[in-house]
């Protein structure tokens, strides 16, 4: 969380674990309660901020109130609007998390100059954003940009959303790290090589680690999820034929250039002529900020929308 200015300084930031086996109650309260603490050591008093903008997993119902279905904690149906207007006596407006961290990107970001953009965050799982004509782009009920939902592999591997093949499962942080702690399980069980990967708490640092070493199993592993976000990208570009499309979160920081090297050359191999030719691919340099700045971005967008 972070407290910025009209201008998208970020004037303070603090972070915090997501707490594990906790209901979704005691995880706001805890929110709730950093939020309190980081105003005070900021010397900042809560009737001061113009609004607040908060980016949560998962879909939404389209008035933004209840958080319909966020698979990676396995939330169903959070009032989660309810929850913090009562807390907070300020203006106060959601968003999924990776729609404001593309609008971050567009607003304040790789995208200021650009009409139309995707935005695709790998984390825990794969998120995505959409802007269109330089607006946030949510769709009919407000679940538009769950691009780690696509369905790559027919049949493929099981997703936490329940259903099978989505990129999600094939490409997002958490499934590239169990599939490579499960091949060295059989190959490596009771060496370095697994206890080093095992023990290493940053899972993006764990496999660019395993992919440096050069290990076989760990790289293949890893270009056959880089091919999938390739293939992925291609989808998106022929649907949407858009100018920019951005990857962040905590692989593409790792990875950088070497996951926009192999998504570009799937990209070349297999979209349609006309569609990516001018697309600029890129990873953003806004790093663990984009979700900060597009909550801020959405509160200036509210509050002037409004005036």
Same mark, same amino acid.
């Given at each position: 969380?972070?407290?910025?200015?009209?201008?998208?300084?970020?004037?303070?930031?603090?972070?915090?674990?997501?707490?594990?086996?906790?209901?979704?109650? #005691?995880?706001?309260?805890?929110?709730?309660?950093?939020?309190?603490?980081?105003?005070?050591?900021?010397?900042?008093?809560?009737? #001061?901020?113009?609004?607040?903008?908060?980016?949560?997993?998962?879909?939404?119902?389209?008035?933004?109130?209840?958080?319909?279905?966020?698979?990676?904690?396995?939330?169903?149906?959070?009032?989660?609007?309810?929850?913090?207007?009562?807390?907070?006596?300020?203006?106060?407006?959601?968003?999924?998390?990776?729609?404001?961290?593309?609008?971050?990107?567009?607003?304040?970001?790789?995208?200021?100059?650009?009409?139309?953009?995707?935005?695709?965050?790998?984390?825990?799982?794969?998120?995505?954003?959409?802007?269109?004509?330089?607006?946030?782009?949510?769709?009919?009920?407000?679940?538009?940009?769950?691009?780690?939902?696509?369905?790559?592999?027919?049949?493929?591997?099981?997703?936490?959303?329940?259903? &099978?093949?989505?990129?999600?499962?094939?490409?997002?942080?958490?499934?590239?790290?169990?599939?490579?702690? &499960?091949?060295?399980?059989?190959?490596?069980?009771?060496?370095?090589?697994?206890?080093?990967?095992?023990?290493?708490?940053?899972?993006?640092?764990?496999?660019?680690?395993?992919?440096?070493?050069?290990?076989?199993?760990?790289?293949?592993?890893?270009?056959?999820?880089?091919?999938?976000?390739?293939?992925?990208?291609?989808?998106?570009?022929?649907?949407?034929?858009?100018?920019?499309?951005?990857?962040?979160?905590?692989?593409?920081?790792?990875?950088?250039?070497?996951?926009?090297?192999?998504?570009?050359?799937?990209?070349?191999?297999?979209?349609?002529?006309?569609?990516?030719?001018?697309? &600029?691919?890129?990873?953003?340099?806004?790093?663990?900020?984009?979700?900060?700045?597009?909550?801020?971005?959405?509160?200036?967008?509210?509050?002037?929308?409004?005036?």
């Amino acid at each position: 969380m972070g407290i910025v200015d009209p201008d998208g300084q970020i004037l303070t930031r603090y972070m915090l674990l997501t707490p594990g086996n906790k209901t979704w109650m #005691e995880i706001m309260d805890q929110i709730h309660a950093s939020f309190i603490d980081m105003l005070k050591q900021s010397d900042i008093a809560i009737n #001061e901020l113009k609004g607040i903008g908060i980016g949560c997993p998962g879909t939404f119902d389209s008035k933004r109130e209840t958080i319909s279905f966020a698979p990676n904690l396995n939330w169903k149906n959070i009032p989660i609007k309810s929850y913090f207007t009562q807390k907070f006596p300020v203006p106060i407006w959601f968003e999924n998390d990776t729609n404001l961290s593309t609008l971050g990107v567009a607003t304040f970001g790789e995208g200021r100059n650009s009409d139309s953009i995707i935005g695709i965050f790998i984390g825990t799982g794969i998120g995505g954003g959409l802007i269109i004509d330089k607006k946030l782009y949510t769709g009919n009920t407000g679940g538009a940009g769950e691009i780690g939902h696509m369905v790559i592999i027919e049949n493929g591997p099981q997703c936490q959303c329940g259903n &099978r093949g989505c990129l999600e499962a094939i490409a997002s942080t958490s499934a590239i790290h169990q599939k490579i702690y &499960r091949s060295y399980l059989r190959q490596y069980e009771g060496s370095g090589i697994l206890n080093k990967f095992k023990e290493n708490p940053n899972k993006s640092d764990a496999i660019k680690t395993a992919f440096s070493s050069g290990e076989p199993a760990a790289v293949a592993i890893i270009n056959e999820a880089f091919y999938s976000l390739g293939i992925g990208t291609v989808s998106l570009i022929n649907l949407v034929n858009p100018e920019l499309i951005v990857f962040g979160g905590g692989l593409a920081e790792s990875f950088g250039d070497i996951i926009i090297k192999s998504v570009k050359q799937t990209v070349e191999q297999r979209a349609m002529p006309g569609t990516y030719e001018n697309v &600029r691919i890129t990873c953003t340099a806004l790093g663990e900020d984009a979700p900060i700045l597009g909550a801020a971005a959405l509160v200036k967008m509210k509050l002037e929308n409004d005036d």
